[in-house]
Antibody
Framework: QVQLQQSGPGLVRPSQTLSLTCSLS??????????WSWLRQTPGKGLEWIGY???????HYPPSLKSRLLISLDTSKNQFSLNLSSVTAADTAVYYC?????????????WGQGTLVTVSS | QSALTQPASVSGSPGQSITISCIGG?????????VSWYQHHPGKAPKLLIF???VRPSGVSNRFSGSKSGNTASLTISGLQAEDEADYHC???????????FGGGTRLTVL
């Protein structure tokens, strides 16, 4: 059974880089069948997709975050990572990693447990 | 403000049926049959309940069903159980640079 386990700090200073890692068990991150994704939920608001990476290393980011966002793969560790630079209070959210079948119509069939990241000095 | 509109809260008694709506537009729900629903117990990983409007993944109870009419998608939960108390989120494909949009989520309370 696929499990996604998130790790990373819960507090990030303004203007610094938010870094989270998602480790996969029960499957291979190198599988060409999935997009490895990140989403977030800001307090009191709905979910927001913030990007994915494919096994080839190809990425897809929303225009609103493209200049600050980097999603990467580490196949040797079977994990993928999120780096969001120049964070502000608006980036305070619960961040989730998730798996989506590699098709144009995204739906997320496995999720991590979520990491609350607070941006504050 | 979310792209899709859901009621903030709904409630029902054990054994009853409830329906959660998800209102979009012609550039998402109204044109594409790629609506998903997720159940989220706070502090736990969200769970996929429905994709492609009405398809249940293996292992999801048949008490959960999805449908769509025009720009509105709906999730119906029949035979409400205490364990169904959770947040429910809808999403839809959209042919924009952001390929998936979500609703604001609906808190279900089982009375």
């Amino acid at each position: 059974q696929v499990q996604l386990q998130q790790s990373g700090p819960g507090l990030v200073r303004p203007s610094q880089t938010l870094s989270l890692t998602c480790s996969l068990s029960g499957g291979s991150i190198s599988s060409g069948d999935y997009y490895w994704s990140w989403l977030r939920q800001t307090p009191g608001k709905g979910l927001e997709w913030i990007g994915y990476i494919y096994s080839s290393g190809a990425t897809h980011y929303p225009p609103s975050l493209k200049s600050r966002l980097l999603i990467s793969l580490d196949t040797s560790k079977n994990q993928f990572s999120l780096n969001l630079s120049s964070v502000t209070a608006a980036d305070t959210a619960v961040y989730y990693c998730a798996r989506a079948p590699a098709e144009i119509y995204l739906h997320f069939d496995s999720w991590g447990q979520g990491t609350l990241v607070t941006v504050s000095s | 403000q979310s792209a899709l509109t859901q009621p903030a809260s709904v409630s029902g008694s054990p054994g009853q049926s409830i329906t959660i709506s998800c209102i979009g537009g012609t550039n998402d729900i109204g044109t594409y049959n790629h609506v998903s629903w997720y159940q989220h117990h706070p502090g736990k990983a969200p769970k996929l309940l429905i994709f492609d409007v009405s398809v249940r993944p293996s292992g999801v109870s048949n008490r959960f069903s999805g449908s769509k009419s025009g720009n509105t998608a709906s999730l119906t939960i029949s035979g409400l159980q205490a364990e169904d108390e959770a947040d429910y989120h809808c999403s839809s494909y959209t042919p924009r640079s952001t390929p998936v949009v979500f609703g604001g989520g609906t808190r279900l309370t089982v009375l």
